[in-house]
């Protein structure tokens, strides 16, 4: 079938639908649109026999939906209706939570159902990673469905009368606001997760208005309720009633006197406003039983170890990257023979953090900073010669992030995750040594292909073009044990010994071909003019990402987006066909 996507933004569930839509050998066309007027002229532009509104804000308008086909996903069960269903069943400690694909009409979210799934609702999950999780996993059930049900042309979907309506408002912030001195601590977090990534929870903060975002218990630290009483690693932790929470990112809200502000580490948002609380790391490998936030921890089984690691957004900044680096030399440190690197659930790494670098005085400085840091990182996967190094892709991953998992010996991926590796939408040459992982991957042809067409990629095509190794078809929630198991059979079924010994002479022997620093000096060189140069689209691309506006170019990347042609593609017991 042709089909136009239209969507409020071209975000993570968008990018996979479009994915796997075309893996399924449909011609999919995608519109970024603000308002009625642009649905209208993107249907105008993109002929279709389906239109599809992944993510999408405004209504369709009636004269859109009177002449064509037009189906809505609706990140609610059937019968529940409104602009905050996820926010809305997170706060209210919903535990079955579902997707409906309906049909587009007057009153919104009570069409005719085409396909639904149902999901359960992880305990203690935020709202973004639910919304890249289970939500996604959901959501591509239900439209693949619908538009088979479509295609037959044989099927009707089914009216919502006789259903239990819950039709709820927009979560306004007066709903959402943390009352420090009464809440506990699990209402307090259950507030934070349903508006971790968006739009976070208006707060009073040290003698400014702040958005909250995200939200982590902590079993030991206490203090006066709301007051911050710790750091640790960018986030700080404010005390409750009964216990604390930390709070990894602060967003400034806007003023009469000031524009809203970006979304940072908390403690680089507040900045001189922080009082002089200590610095609190938490132990690299925790004991059992503790409830307490790090974004980098480490645990072993037998002869496998795992560096997990979880960023907000996927964003790695210098410090980041420094702290990781740090972590994984321990690790390599460690009596094991496998090394699994990547975290439990969604993101795997999305490359430099735009955001810190945004704020930054010298915004070309620290770019020039994070990205030697991320190759210093990826340096030191290339360089293990001594464990076979695993990338455990759990959620998705971008530039520099997706480079990073390709420095690794094998590349174990969810199926859910979608991975977008290329830098072009920044105006980037990109580094990470991927002018050496990515064509010995895929080959020159490919490599070029992916870098220049920038379209995101289903896990199951990353698999039948050779850029990951291994599809792990889990749940979110269930991705890491289902990794542990496959790391320890690996151990058990692999002569690991002989592995790690030919692993190393080809390194040795890649090493006379061409340095590992002959390519980080070319990529580097590339990127360092870019960083300098004002003029360099990357930094009009780099403001207009950080600040939610529409990318210069954004129309003519859509466009050339709609008018790729993939063969399908067919995944069976993890292998393609």
Not at 133 to 152: F, H, M, P, W
Request: hydrophobic share 45%; net charge positive.
């Amino acid at each position: 079938m042709r089909i136009l996507l239209v969507a409020s933004a071209f975000n993570s569930l968008t990018q996979r639908v479009f994915a796997e839509l075309g893996d399924h050998g449909h011609t999919v066309a995608v519109a970024v649109v603000t308002g009625e007027e642009d649905v209208r002229a993107a249907v105008r532009r993109h002929p279709a026999d389906l239109v599809l509104a992944p993510m999408l804000r405004t209504a369709v308008p009636r004269d859109v939906w009177s002449r064509h086909t037009c189906l809505v996903v609706h990140p609610g069960p059937p019968g529940d209706r409104g602009p905050s269903s996820l926010d809305r069943a997170l706060l209210d400690g919903e535990t079955q939570w579902g997707v409906t694909v309906l049909q587009a009409e007057e009153e919104m979210d009570a069409g005719a159902v085409w396909a639904d799934a149902a999901f359960a609702v992880p305990d203690g999950a935020g709202k973004s990673d639910l919304y890249r999780g289970e939500v996604a996993d959901a959501a591509v059930q239900a439209v693949l469905q619908a538009v088979e049900r479509c295609a037959s042309g044989r099927w009707t979907p089914r009216r919502q009368d006789g259903l239990p309506v819950r039709a709820r408002p927009y979560l306004k912030q007066e709903e959402r606001r943390i009352d420090w001195q009464n809440m506990p601590t699990e209402a307090v977090l259950r507030t934070l997760r349903a508006a971790d990534s968006q739009p976070g929870v208006r707060d009073e903060l040290l003698g400014g208005a702040w958005f909250l975002h995200g939200g982590h218990a902590e079993d030991r630290l206490r203090g006066r309720p709301g007051a911050v009483v710790a750091t640790r690693a960018g986030a700080i932790c404010r005390a409750t009633v009964d216990g604390a929470v930390w709070i990894p990112e602060l967003r400034r809200c806007r003023t009469e006197f000031a524009p809203a502000g970006i979304k940072l580490p908390a403690t680089l948002a507040l900045g001189e406003r922080l009082p002089p609380v200590p610095e609190t790391p938490a132990p690299l490998e925790p004991p059992p039983g503790r409830r307490t936030w790090s974004d980098i921890r480490y645990t072993e089984s037998g002869a496998v170890g795992f560096l997990r690691f979880r960023f907000p957004g996927g964003a790695m900044s210098t410090g980041q990257c420094r702290r990781l680096l740090h972590a994984y030399r321990h690790a390599c440190r460690r009596p094991t023979a496998v090394l699994v690197l990547g975290g439990e659930r969604d993101f795997f790494s999305n490359g430099i953090h735009l955001n810190v670098i945004e704020a930054a005085a010298d915004p070309a400085a620290e770019s020039w900073a994070n990205i030697n840091a991320m190759d210093d990182l990826a340096e030191a996967v290339l360089t293990t010669t001594d464990r076979i190094v695993v990338a455990a892709v759990a959620g998705n991953a971008a530039a520099g992030g997706a480079m990073l998992a390709l420095a690794a010996d094998e590349v174990w991926c969810r199926e859910g995750a979608v991975l977008n590796p290329h830098y072009r939408l920044m105006g980037l040459y990109g580094s990470e040594y991927w002018t050496c992982t990515l064509p010995r991957r895929v080959g020159a042809e490919q490599a070029a292909a992916l870098t220049e067409q920038a379209a995101p990629v289903s896990a199951a095509r990353a698999l039948a073009i050779g850029l990951v190794d291994r599809l792990v078809p889990s749940a979110p929630g269930e991705f890491a044990a289902a990794v542990a198991r496959m790391a320890g059979e690996l151990t058990r079924r692999t002569d690991v010994s002989a592995r790690i010994a030919a692993k190393k002479a080809a390194r040795e022997r890649d090493e006379q071909i061409r340095p590992l620093a002959a390519y980080r000096t070319a990529e580097l060189r590339r990127m360092q003019a870019t960083f300098d140069a004002p003029d360099a689209p990357y930094h009009a691309l780099r403001s207009a990402f950080v600040r939610k506006r529409p990318a210069p170019d954004a129309d003519e990347r859509l466009d050339r987006l709609s008018q790729l042609r993939r063969r399908p593609v067919r995944v069976a017991a993890g292998r393609p066909l």
